[in-house]
């Protein structure tokens, strides 16, 4: 088996017991404005604010000025990734060109080329741990923390053997220069909102 085959199997373990747990999960009366992902096998329910709301936009809206408006990104949309019982819903994830569906109308994990994580004070822990290790385990190229509380971005990128060789610190009101990764761009982070 190669790393790539290793990567699939790890991520269609559990597809059809997180199918299962978010069909239930639709059912629930979970409150308006709530996002819900599995991380770990445990549920988590994240209220969204406009501080979080604030910063998704600012980032999005550069990648789309520079891959145009068919560009696959989006905001809270599952995705499973490798470990037990990842059903992820990023903040902002970008897929490859001419990425689909599997035959279960799921998104690949091995298609995602980026992926940005807003700090919520109730989940900090798994956006800079379990998701994080996740992100590298599935060889994302660019994994992007924005964190309001802390009022800085930590980019990751180089995975390798299930973590990030590199990290870089930048302070909100500095440039991220991301010219050199699959997003080809700077990213300003003048505007972003802090908590």
Request: hydrophobic share 45%.
């Given at each position: 088996m190669t790393v790539v085959d290793d990567r699939i199997a790890?991520?269609?373990?559990?597809t059809e017991r997180l199918d299962e747990w978010f069909e239930r999960l639709e059912r629930m009366p979970v409150p308006e404005g709530f996002r819900v992902e599995i991380v770990g096998g445990n549920v988590h329910m994240t209220p969204q604010r406009?501080?979080?709301?604030?910063i998704i936009r600012r980032i999005v809206r550069p990648v789309e000025d520079r891959f145009g408006m068919d560009v696959t990104v989006f905001s809270d949309v599952r995705i499973d990734f490798p470990g037990h019982e990842n059903g992820f819903c990023p903040d902002v994830a970008k897929l490859r060109d001419g990425a689909e569906k599997d035959d279960t109308g799921h998104w690949r994990h091995q298609d995602v080329e980026f992926v940005a994580e807003v700090i919520s004070e109730g989940t900090a822990t798994n956006?800079?741990?379990?998701?994080?290790?996740?992100?590298?385990?599935?060889?994302?190229?660019?994994?992007?923390?924005?964190?309001p509380y802390?009022?800085?971005?930590?980019?990751y990128t180089n995975p390798k053997n299930g973590d990030y060789v590199t990290r870089t610190k930048v302070d909100f009101g500095d440039?991220?220069?991301?010219?050199?990764?699959?997003?080809?761009?700077?990213?300003?982070?003048?505007?972003?909102?802090r908590d």
């Open positions: 790890m991520a269609d373990v559990d406009d501080t979080h709301w604030g956006d800079y741990g379990p998701k994080k290790a996740a992100y590298a385990l599935a060889e994302v190229p660019l994994y992007l923390i924005a964190d802390q009022g800085r971005c930590f980019v440039d991220v220069d991301l010219t050199d990764t699959v997003l080809g761009l700077t990213l300003r982070t003048d505007a972003f909102p």
